[in-house]
């Protein structure tokens, strides 16, 4: 019974999950508790935490645009792409964010997946231009539509980066599904698996843009 | 024989996000209108020790880094920054002024990315041993970034520090959830090496009665989805569903693609992504950034599309794999 302990950790993450604790925390208590019931010792698991830490700092990478986007946003990036959709007589919501979408799921298929992002465009463009967008289908916003229409966009970059990324065959998806095969002695190609997410990839497309129409009609009827 | 090693690697990538961790964490340090000024200035400082010198601390000093971060932002020392920015009304009439061209330095970004993969694959320049192998698109990111910081400079002609303290307000507003992925790919590692992989294999392989396909390729998707949940990874949970189910029952014993299991399996995971707040960048980075109230907003959000998207994947699986 006694090797089933290191599951330990899971059901850590799964209360302070549930209690809504601080996620750093929980997934550390859950290394330590994890690592020590495995047999490791405390000095151990947090060499083997350090260096798995340590050998994954090309994630961090992706932060390095803040300071460009942070500098637009202080000359206006976020008035003039209100402006913009302004001016377009015929936006709306869904037109707007099923253009973004597709533009996500084309852009993360060519490999250019970190150029856009929450920070990146979502935050300093289309949020702003959903919420004119809205506007102009609804009349002026309350506080709890304003956040339906952020998280909305927020969702939708979401389902266009995660549903078109691994189109693309040089990306760590790619990499961690051809080592774990790899290991099995199943070799493939990035191109055989980067074709096979071509048919996920449509449906979401479908799917999600069917959703953001349904959206509109919502915040249409919803116009007091 | 090992190929000589690229002309610029990782290491010096990471000096450059380095360098501005460094950068964010001295401007903390004389930000006299933060409370929360000296825990942010500690944890980017922290952020750029790793990145600087994580090579050369061994693997027991970067752990304690790993704590130092997660004790500063467990217990609440880290929070937003209001460095001295331009107002709403100063940014309208910037925006005014300078029209669409406002966006150009944005698009420059993925314009630097896009010509830089190509030339790196259809010139000599690829042969040309620069980079570290298979991570061009990184060092073209850094490129691009640096274009677009330095036309906007000069077009701009911002302080010389505005860069800088623009991209704090920017991670300050992110917070600890900018760290959270990579310390979540390192518990699944440690996890992977205290057993919790091959228990959870035991366990799926129990219950799963032999001979049904249709259900060992839901447990399978059902797998990669609740292991991305928890973990909010879908990288850690393939090699333990591949493993475990994948590659005994669907391939070996069934005779199914194994392309075509890997790459729906895979996104099957990420379904599992948009319904977890544990997947900091996706869904809590987003929450900070728009000032979203609900913390689950997003997550919400995602789920109408999250659950069809899951049944389309098993599908996919079930009727084209065999």
């Given amino acids: 019974m006694s090797h089933y302990l290191p599951l330990i950790g899971i059901l850590l993450l799964l209360l302070g999950f549930a209690l809504r604790l601080n996620p750093m925390l929980v997934a550390t208590a859950a290394v330590l508790a994890s690592g020590m019931l495995g047999g490791m010792a405390l000095e151990q698991v947090i060499s083997e935490f350090g260096k798995a830490f340590n050998d994954n700092r090309i994630i961090a990478i992706v932060w390095i645009i803040l300071p460009v986007i942070g500098l637009l946003e202080r000359y206006g990036l976020q008035a003039r792409a209100r402006g913009l959709i302004a001016s377009l007589r015929n936006a709306t919501v869904a037109r707007l964010l099923i253009l973004y979408l597709l533009y996500r799921q084309l852009t993360a298929a060519i490999g250019l997946h970190n150029t856009a992002g929450h920070a990146q465009t979502v935050n300093p463009i289309v949020a702003p231009m959903a919420l004119v967008a809205a506007e102009k289908q609804h009349g002026p916003l309350d506080e709890h539509t304003a956040q339906r229409v952020k998280a909305m966009t927020a969702a939708t970059d979401n389902v266009g980066l995660f549903f078109g990324e691994d189109i693309f065959f040089a990306i760590g998806s790619i990499v961690v599904i051809q080592q774990a095969l790899a290991a099995r002695n199943i070799e493939l190609s990035p191109v055989d698996l980067a074709l096979w997410a071509i048919p996920s990839a449509i449906a979401a497309f479908l799917i999600h843009s069917t959703r953001l129409v349904l959206f509109d009609r919502s915040l249409r009827r919803a116009a007091p | 024989m090992t190929p000589a090693p690229a002309l610029l690697t990782l290491e010096h990538l990471y000096w450059i996000v380095g360098a501005m961790f460094a950068a964010f964490s001295l401007l903390s340090l004389f930000d006299r209108t933060s409370r929360k000024a000296?825990?942010?200035?500690?944890?980017?400082?922290?952020?750029?020790?790793?990145?600087?010198?994580?090579?050369?601390?061994?693997?027991?000093?970067?752990?304690?880094?790993?704590?130092?971060?997660?004790?500063?932002?467990?217990?609440?020392?880290?929070?937003?920054?209001?460095?001295?920015?331009?107002?709403?009304?100063?940014?309208?009439?910037?925006?005014?002024?300078?029209?669409?061209?406002?966006?150009?330095?944005?698009?420059?970004?993925?314009?630097?990315?896009?010509?830089?993969?190509?030339?790196?694959?259809?010139?000599?320049?690829?042969?040309?041993?620069?980079?570290?192998?298979?991570?061009?698109?990184?060092?073209?990111?850094?490129?691009?970034?640096?274009?677009?910081?330095?036309?906007?400079?000069?077009?701009?002609?911002?302080?010389?520090?505005?860069?800088?303290?623009?991209?704090?307000?920017?991670?300050?507003?992110?917070?600890?959830?900018?760290?959270?992925?990579?310390?979540?790919?390192?518990?699944?590692?440690?996890?992977?090496?205290?057993?919790?992989?091959?228990?959870?294999?035991?366990?799926?392989?129990?219950?799963?009665?032999?001979?049904?396909?249709?259900?060992?390729?839901?447990?399978?998707?059902?797998?990669?989805?609740?292991?991305?949940?928890?973990?909010?990874?879908?990288?850690?949970?393939?090699?333990?569903?591949?493993?475990?189910?994948?590659?005994?029952?669907?391939?070996?014993?069934?005779?199914?693609?194994?392309?075509?299991?890997?790459?729906?399996?895979?996104?099957?995971?990420?379904?599992?992504?948009?319904?977890?707040?544990?997947?900091?960048?996706?869904?809590?980075?987003?929450?900070?950034?728009?000032?979203?109230?609900?913390?689950?907003?997003?997550?919400?959000?995602?789920?109408?599309?999250?659950?069809?998207?899951?049944?389309?994947?098993?599908?996919?699986?079930?009727?084209?794999?065999?």
């Fill in chain 2, 38 to 322: 000296r825990g942010n200035a500690i944890f980017w400082g922290l952020m750029a020790a790793s990145l600087i010198g994580g090579s050369r601390f061994g693997d027991f000093g970067n752990g304690l880094i790993v704590l130092g971060l997660v004790g500063l932002a467990g217990f609440g020392f880290t929070g937003r920054s209001s460095p001295k920015t331009t107002s709403e009304v100063e940014r309208q009439a910037f925006a005014d002024r300078r029209g669409n061209w406002l966006f150009m330095p944005a698009l420059l970004i993925p314009l630097v990315v896009l010509i830089g993969t190509f030339a790196f694959h259809f010139t000599p320049l690829g042969q040309a041993n620069l980079f570290a192998a298979r991570r061009e698109t990184y060092f073209f990111l850094i490129a691009g970034v640096f274009v677009a910081l330095l036309v906007a400079q000069l077009w701009l002609r911002p302080p010389l520090a505005a860069p800088l303290q623009e991209g704090r307000r920017l991670i300050d507003a992110i917070g600890w959830a900018a760290v959270l992925p990579q310390l979540l790919v390192a518990m699944g590692t440690v996890f992977d090496k205290a057993g919790v992989s091959g228990l959870i294999r035991e366990g799926t392989l129990a219950m799963l009665p032999p001979g049904n396909l249709f259900l060992a390729v839901l447990v399978f998707a059902l797998g990669m989805a609740m292991f991305t949940i928890i973990t909010g990874n879908a990288f850690a949970a393939f090699p333990v569903m591949a493993s475990a189910i994948a590659v005994p029952l669907l391939i070996d014993t069934h005779g199914g693609n194994p392309a075509l299991i890997g790459a729906v399996g895979m996104l099957a995971g990420f379904c599992g992504t948009l319904m977890t707040p544990l997947a900091a960048n996706f869904n809590i980075v987003p929450v900070r950034l728009l000032e979203l109230r609900d913390p689950n907003a997003v997550v919400k959000a995602q789920l109408a599309t999250a659950i069809p998207m899951f049944a389309v994947n098993v599908a996919l699986i079930y009727f084209l794999a065999f």
